[in-house]
C-alpha cells in the first residue's frame, strides 16, 4: 500500500521539497556517523559533539539535519553522508466512483486504485469484494462507509494497516483481524454504516499471499445470508398472515356491530 498520495484534481499540488521530506533512522546514524568522524579529527570538540548529537536524534526532517553538517568539509571518500536527492513517487492512479453499488449483483476494487478520504459501498442482496493491498491511500486514515442489507463485503488489508470497525449491525457482524502493528503513525481503514442482516469480513493478506481460510470463511458468510433471507422470508409471511387475521377480526365485529 502506498501512502500518502494527494488524489489528483484539476491543479494537483505541488511536490514539497526536498529538504522538508522526513529523515528516516538510517538517515540520522549517517550524519552521527560523520560526527563521530569529525570528533576524531579534532574538528569538534567533544561538548560540540554531544550537542549536535542530540539535534540529530531528535531531527524529523533532512532541513533539521544539514545544519549539523553545515560548517564541516564535505567527504569525498566512501562513507555516510545525507542524500537529499530521492527517488520521484509515481503517479497517482486515475480517480474512480468513491461510490460501489451491489444490488443482486456484485462489484470489486482491486490492483492499483485510489481510495478517496471516503469510499461508499451499498450492498442489497448483493456482495463487494475491496482489495487494498496495492490500493493508494488520499490519506492517512480512509473511510469505508458500508449500508449492507442481505449482503456481504469482503476486505483484504495487507500487513501494518490498522482497521476500526465502528459500524452499527442488526443480526449481522463485522469480522476484523488483530492489529499486527503498534505504530501509532500506521495507515488507518475505519469502518462505518449500518449492517442488516448482512456482514463485513477483513482478512490481512501479504500481496500475493493465495488465499487460505478466506474462502472458506466466505462459504460460511454466504450460508450466514442465505439462512438469514429464509428467516427474514417465513417472518414477512407470519407478519402477513397477522395482519390478514386482524383486518377479518376487524370486519367481523363490523358486521356484528350492525
Not at 92 to 116: I, T
Not at 217 to 237: G, Q
Request: charged letters at 35%; one cysteine or more; aromatic letters at 4%.
Amino acid at each position: 500500500m502506498n501512502l500518502p498520495e494527494q488524489p489528483s484534481g484539476s491543479e494537483p499540488p505541488a511536490r514539497p521539497s526536498p529538504a522538508s521530506m522526513r529523515a528516516s533512522d538510517a538517515d540520522r546514524d549517517e550524519v552521527a556517523d560523520r560526527l563521530r568522524e569529525a570528533l576524531a579529527e579534532g574538528r569538534i570538540t567533544p561538548e560540540e559533539h554531544a550537542e549536535r548529537i542530540d539535534v540529530v536524534y531528535k531531527a524529523k526532517t533532512y532541513a533539521e539535519l544539514e545544519p549539523v553538517l553545515s560548517d564541516l568539509p564535505a567527504q569525498h571518500a566512501p562513507g555516510p553522508r545525507v542524500d537529499l536527492r530521492k527517488e520521484q513517487a509515481p503517479a497517482p492512479p486515475p480517480p474512480q466512483s468513491p461510490h460501489l453499488v451491489a444490488v443482486f449483483s456484485g462489484v470489486e476494487r482491486k490492483g492499483r486504485w485510489l481510495v478517496e478520504p471516503t469510499t461508499t459501498v451499498t450492498c442489497v442482496f448483493g456482495g463487494a469484494e475491496l482489495d487494498f493491498r496495492q490500493a493508494v491511500l488520499s490519506k492517512g486514515e480512509v473511510t469505508l462507509n458500508v449500508t449492507c442489507v442481505f449482503g456481504g463485503v469482503n476486505v483484504v488489508v495487507p500487513p501494518g494497516v490498522r482497521v476500526v470497525g465502528s459500524n452499527f449491525a442488526v443480526f449481522g457482524g463485522t469480522d476484523l483481524p488483530e492489529d499486527d502493528t503498534v505504530d501509532p503513525d500506521a495507515p488507518v481503514i475505519r469502518l462505518t454504516g449500518m449492517l442488516l442482516f448482512g456482514g463485513v469480513s477483513v482478512e490481512r493478506r501479504a500481496a500475493g499471499e493465495k488465499r487460505g481460510r478466506h474462502r472458506h470463511h466466505r462459504e460460511l458468510h454466504r450460508e450466514h445470508h442465505d439462512e438469514m433471507r429464509r428467516l427474514h422470508r417465513e417472518r414477512r409471511e407470519e407478519m402477513r398472515d397477522a395482519r390478514r387475521d386482524r383486518l377479518r377480526e376487524l370486519r367481523d365485529e363490523r358486521h356484528r356491530g350492525r
